[in-house]
């Protein structure tokens, strides 16, 4: 039996949010329309990509540093994942540490919270799965455990936290805390600042699998609003943005449309682009200013300082 614990957010009107982005000064679309059920496969295919170091340097860092890790946890510990998709990452961890009380998946996506809440009951007996179908950037409660428990900590992989703006980042990073309780922690993956042309490479992989990644928000949108953006008509673009340190993921129209959006027509000139996604990367300086309601306790990074993963406390 698996219990699982729904939130029925009264979101806002995507209509009005996506509306709000594709009428602003430079237009945008919000990053999470990216993952539709093609974008979620073409994001496993990028994370398998030559070009994508993040996904397989954090599962490396991961695995090199489990014991440590482990005594940094301390044992009893219930694991609350952030976004915890198809929990690929999971495994790992849970098999590093000592005696985990509790595992928590938080996602939207139930689906893929149900399929992988089974897999992990099935493969640790000895620990209680309770998942969360929510959206874990609105409120939610943590479950009240039955035994006895270790510390409550956060696990939050991929450097999702790069798709936030550092101030951004912080409040979320405050709200996460105060959803803990005091003296929770925070297992997370961190992307650093690197040279210019490994970032660049990451993010326009040779097989254009990242540009149909991009260009697939825009058959999504049309799914969900009746709109008739033509994918053909446009042109996937990542840049570094030295200055703010981000990568920005654009479409670049490639002639002047008009599209059909309902309640409004949206006019794009020849080589305006659409934004879809910000990725900041960040020295660990940066970081640890910005996880202002965290302390950082210790940081594992691969031998190249590509990525990191660091474990905060409240
Ligand atoms: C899952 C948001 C961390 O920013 O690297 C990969 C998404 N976008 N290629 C990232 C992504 C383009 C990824 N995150």
């Known amino acids: ?9 009264q979101s806002s009107d995507p209509l009005e949010t996506l509306k709000h982005g594709l009428n602003a000064e430079q237009k945008y679309l919000p990053c999470e329309y990216l993952y539709d059920h093609t974008g979620s496969k073409l994001f496993d295919e990028i994370c398998h990509l030559p070009e994508y170091y993040p996904t397989r340097t954090e599962i490396g860092i991961l695995q090199d540093n489990l014991p440590s890790i482990a005594d940094e946890l301390g044992p009893d510990t219930m694991i609350a994942e952030l976004g915890s998709g198809s929990s690929n990452k999971t495994e790992f961890l849970l098999m590093g540490l000592i005696n985990p009380s509790m595992y928590i998946p938080i996602d939207i996506s139930r689906n893929h919270l149900i399929e992988s809440s089974l897999r992990i009951k099935r493969d640790f007996p000895n620990i209680e799965v309770v998942p969360i179908c929510a959206d874990f950037h609105r409120n939610i409660k943590l ?6 428990v270790g510390k409550t900590v956060f696990f939050f992989p991929g450097s999702t936290i790069g798709n936030l703006q550092p101030h951004e980042a912080t409040s979320f990073l405050n709200r996460i805390s105060s959803i803990g309780g005091k003296d929770c922690g925070l297992l997370i993956g961190v992307d650093l600042h690197k040279d210019k042309q490994t970032l660049i490479n990451a993010y326009n992989d040779k097989q254009g699998i990242t540009a149909q990644f991009n260009l697939n928000i825009l058959s999504h949108i049309n799914s969900m609003t009746g709109s008739n953006f033509k994918p053909n008509q446009f042109k996937h673009k990542a840049i570094w943005n030295e200055q703010l340190g981000r990568i920005e993921m654009h479409l670049i129209s490639q002639c002047k449309q008009i599209i059909n959006f309902p309640g409004s027509n949206i006019t794009l000139e020849k080589h305006e682009t659409i934004r879809t996604e910000y990725s900041y990367k960040y020295s660990l300086d940066q970081f640890a200013d910005t996880a202002s309601a965290f302390n950082v306790q210790h940081v594992w990074t691969d031998r190249n300082n590509l990525f990191s993963i660091q474990y905060l406390t409240s």
């Not at 039996?1 to 957010?9: A, E, F, G, S, T």
Request: charged share 20%; no cysteine.
């Open 143 to 148: 479950p009240i455990p039955t035994r006895h």
């Open 1 to 9: 039996m698996l219990r699982v614990i729904n939130y029925d957010h």
